[in-house]
C-alpha cells in the first residue's frame, strides 16, 4: 500500500468517549452465536475482554502454536533487526538481474527501460513462494521454487537520476517506460544452496517481470464491454499491463492473484489544462468523480499521461476502465497471457484471500483500500475439482457481495447482482442498464446502493487455515466523523460505528468474523474487533488512543496493513504507518512485523524494518522454516530535490555505505536451529 500522506493526519484528535465507555458500548452491541469455534472465540474480543472469557458451547481444541520468541523491542535504526535466535539475508532487490542476459543495475539509476524490463521491479509488495514441484501452490519442495512478486509503484526519489523527475524539464517517453516496466509482478527462479543460503538460477525460463505494457486478457462478465473498449482494442478484450499492484492471494490450482489497487493515479489529461470532468457524460463523471475524486490530473510522482495518449483520459476516456481489477498469473507457464478477473469487482483491491468451501466453491475476500471504502467477497459458481482444468475459469463466473456490519455484532453480505434492491428499493439492474458488466465496472457504486458499511480502509483480510475464521486489517481512517465528503457532491465520512469504533482513527484496528455455520458461501456472519491499536506509551489509561487491552509499551504499533497465517495459526501482521516516533507516534519507531495468538491475543514484536519503509507481503516455505517479507520504499520521507541530491541521507539500506541509494528488497529470515520460524 503506497503512503504517501500520512504526515498530514493531524495529531491529537479529539475523542468523544474515553476507553472504558468505548468498550462498554461495544460489548454492549454484541450477541454472540453459540458453539463451534474452539478456543479461537476465548478472546473474540482479542484483548477487549480478558483471555478467559469464552463463547458458551465452545470446546477446547488449540487452533494456534505458541509465541516462542523472544520479541524484539522498538527500534529507528536503519536495518531489519529479527529476534535472537534468527538470522535474515536479502534477496531480490531492485534492479537485480531477472535473466541471464540482464544488464548490471547502474548505481545513479540511470538504466533505461530496455534494461528495467529484464531486472526485478520496484517497491515490493504481496509475494508467494510456489514449490518448484507443487501444483497446489503450498505443498512440496521447501529448497526450491518460483518467488513471485508484487511492484506496486516507483518512488521517483531514487528511481530515477539526479535531475529526473516526472513532467519536468527532460522527462520524455523512456523514462515514463523505464516506471512502468518496474511495475506488475515478477516472477524468479530461487533455490536453496549447500551453504543455506537462497540463490536465483539466472538462466530459469520461468524468470520474466508482467508490467504496464504486458498483454493481458480481460476475462468475465465485464469483458467486451463497451466501457472497456479503445482505439487500440476495439473489442474491449485485450489490454495491456497491470500497475499498482499490492496485495496478492494464490489458488489451489497453482496460479498467483495480483492486486491493482491505486490506478487512479496514473491517469489524468495531458497537456489540456482546459479539461474537466464536465466534459463527460453525467454517468461517466458520476463514475469518475467516485472513483478518481475531484482531482483530475495524474500523480505528480507518475505523470504517464503527459507522452503515453492511453493514460490521458481526455483521447482515451475507457482505458481507465480496464485498470482497478485483480489478475490471474501462471508462473509456471510463461506463454500464457496473465487474466484480467472482472467477476470479482473493480475497485483499489488490496489483497485477495482464498478459500474453498466444503461443496467445493471458491470464496475470494477482498478489501478496497481507500478511507471508508467497502469489504467484499466472491463466491464461484462452480466448485473447484483438484487437477481439473476447468479450475482455470472458476473466478471468471459467481456473485460478488459487499459486506454490512451491523452494530449488534452480526453481519450480512449483500449480492451484488441486477434484482437486488438497494436501499431505496430500487433494482440495480435499472441503475445499471440491466448490464452486469457495467455493474462491476462500476462495483464502487452497486455498493453504495445496497448500503454496504464504510470501513476504516480495508487492507488485507487472512483465512485461519483452520477455523475459517476470516480477518481484515483496517489500517487507519483520519477522516471518519470529520464531516469531509468521501467524494465530490458524495455522503460525508460517517462518525464511529461499533465496527469503526473510533472517530479519527489514526492507528487502525483489526476487525474479524465468521461465517454463519463456518459456511464461507452463507450470507450471514459474525462479528468482532480483535485488537485496537493504540499507543499506551503516549496516552494514559482511559483514552481510546491507547488501544485494546492486548497492546502495550513493548508491542504498541500503527496503520496494520499486511496479514497472513501460517500453517500453526499464528497471526502475523505487517504495518505501513507513521514512523515518526514522535507526537501520538512516540515509542512506535519504524514499521514493523508482529505476531498474534489468536487464541489469546497476545501480540509480539517479530521484526523491524529499516529507516523511511514499509513491511509487507509474507509467504513461507511448505516446512515452515524460511519466512519471505518484503521491505518497501526504505528511506521515504525528503523531498524530490533533497532525496536526489543526498539520496544516502536517510537510509543505506540495503547495501550499506557500499550502495548509492536504497532499494526495495525481499528479507528471507530463518531460525539458526532450523526449527519452525515464530516457535
Known amino acids: ?259 491493482e489497487e491505486n490506478f487512479t493515479d496514473y491517469f489524468g489529461i495531458g497537456a489540456r489544462a482546459e479539461a474537466s470532468v464536465d466534459d463527460l457524460d453525467e454517468a461517466a463523471r458520476q463514475h469518475r468523480l467516485r472513483y478518481k475524486g475531484g482531482r483530475k490530473t495524474s500523480s505528480p510522482d507518475y505523470a504517464w499521461d503527459t507522452h503515453d495518449d492511453r493514460f490521458d483520459w481526455t483521447r482515451e476516456p475507457h482505458e481507465y476502465n480496464r485498470h482497478g481489477w485483480i489478475v490471474e498469473i501462471d508462473p509456471f507457464d510463461p506463454s500464457a497471457a496473465p487474466r484480467k478477473l472482472t467477476a470479482l469487482g473493480r475497485f483499489k483491491h488490496e489483497n485477495a484471500a482464498l478459500t474453498v468451501a466444503a461443496d467445493g466453491r471458491v470464496v475470494v475476500y477482498m478489501g478496497d483500500d481507500q478511507r471508508s471504502e467497502y469489504i467484499y467477497k466472491f463466491v464461484s459458481k462452480n466448485a473447484y475439482q483438484p487437477g481439473a482444468p476447468g479450475n482455470r475459469t472458476l473466478l471468471e463466473h459467481g456473485t460478488l457481495y459487499a459486506a454490512r456490519f451491523e452494530d449488534d455484532g452480526k453481519g450480512a453480505w449483500i449480492a451484488l447482482t441486477l434484482d437486488t ?76 460505528d461499533a465496527a469503526n469504533p473510533r472517530d479519527k482513527n489514526i492507528y487502525g484496528h483489526i476487525v474479524r468474523w465468521r461465517e454463519a455455520d463456518r459456511d464461507p458461501c452463507g450470507t450471514t456472519f459474525q462479528w468482532d474487533i480483535f485488537a485496537l491499536a493504540g499507543n499506551p506509551v503516549q496516552y494514559p489509561e482511559g483514552d481510546p488512543r491507547r488501544g485494546s487491552a492486548s497492546i502495550s509499551a513493548a508491542n504498541t504499533f500503527n496503520s496494520p496493513d499486511g496479514l497472513g497465517f501460517d500453517a500453526q495459526g499464528r497471526l502475523w501482521i505487517l504495518t505501513d504507518g507513521n514512523n515518526g516516533n514522535r507526537g501520538d507516534y512516540a515509542g512506535q519507531g519504524n514499521n514493523q512485523m508482529l505476531v498474534a495468538d489468536p487464541v489469546t491475543g497476545e501480540l509480539r514484536r517479530f521484526l523491524t524494518g529499516p529507516k523511511g519503509c514499509e513491511v509487507t507481503g509474507i509467504t513461507w516455505t511448505p516446512d515452515q522454516r524460511f519466512v519471505f517479507v518484503n521491505i518497501q520504499h526504505p528511506g521515504e520521507g525528503p523531498g524530490l530535490d533533497d532525496a536526489q541530491a543526498a539520496p544516502l541521507s536517510v537510509s543505506t539500506w540495503p547495501d550499506g555505505a557500499a550502495g548509492t541509494r536504497p532499494r526495495p528488497a525481499t528479507v528471507v529470515i530463518w531460525k539458526k536451529d532450523g526449527g519452525t520460524v515464530g516457535s
Open 1 to 259: 500500500m503506497k503512503s504517501l500522506d500520512l504526515d498530514d493526519i493531524p495529531a491529537n484528535p479529539a475523542m468523544a468517549d474515553s476507553l472504558d465507555q468505548l468498550l462498554a458500548r461495544l460489548e454492549s452491541r454484541r450477541r454472540f452465536l453459540k458453539g463451534g469455534l474452539g478456543l479461537s472465540a476465548v478472546s473474540f474480543l482479542g484483548g477487549l475482554l480478558p483471555a478467559s472469557r469464552t463463547l458458551a458451547g465452545e470446546t477446547s481444541a488449540p487452533i494456534a502454536a505458541p509465541l516462542g520468541f523472544k520479541a524484539v523491542p522498538m527500534s529507528t535504526a536503519d536495518r531489519v533487526t529479527v529476534p535472537e535466535g534468527y538470522a535474515h539475508a536479502v534477496i531480490n532487490r531492485w534492479g537485480d538481474p531477472l535473466t541471464a542476459n540482464a544488464p548490471a543495475f547502474k548505481g545513479d539509476a540511470s538504466d533505461d527501460s530496455a534494461a528495467q524490463a529484464t531486472q526485478t521491479g520496484y517497491n515490493h509488495d504481496g509475494l508467494h513462494f510456489f514449490p518448484i514441484d507443487g501444483k497446489d501452490g503450498v505443498t512440496g519442495s521447501s529448497t526450491e521454487g518460483l518467488l513471485v512478486t508484487n511492484h506496486e509503484y516507483v518512488t521517483p526519489h531514487y528511481f530515477f537520476p539526479k535531475g529526473v523527475q516526472p513532467g519536468a524539464e527532460g522527462w520524455g517517453p523512456d523514462w515514463i517506460r523505464k516506471a512502468q516496466h518496474a511495475q506488475g509482478a515478477s516472477i524468479v527462479h530461487i533455490r536453496l544452496d549447500a551453504q543455506g543460503q537462497w540463490q536465483r538460477v539466472t538462466d530459469s525460463p520461468y524468470n520474466r517481470s508482467i508490467h504496464a505494457n504486458t498483454p493481458i486478457r480481460m476475462t468475465g462478465p465485464a469483458a467486451g464491454h463497451p466501457l472497456l473498449r479503445t482505439q487500440a482494442d476495439p473489442e474491449g478484450t485485450r489490454v495491456l499491463g497491470t500497475f499498482g499492484n499490492c496485495g496478492n492471494g494464490w489458488t489451489p490450482w497453482n496460479t498467483y492473484l495480483t492486486c
Open 421 to 496: 434492491r438497494g436501499t431505496d428499493g430500487r433494482r440495480l439492474g435499472d441503475r445499471f442498464n440491466e448490464d452486469l458488466g457495467e455493474l462491476l465496472i462500476r462495483t464502487r457504486q452497486a455498493a453504495d446502493a445496497v448500503g454496504a458499511t464504510p470501513m476504516d480502509r480495508p487492507e488485507w483480510i487472512a483465512v485461519h487455515p483452520r477455523t475459517g475464521e476470516a480477518y481484515a486489517t483496517l489500517t487507519n481512517n483520519k477522516d471518519r466523523g470529520s464531516g469531509k465528503a468521501r467524494w465530490p457532491g458524495g455522503p460525508d465520512h460517517p462518525g464511529a
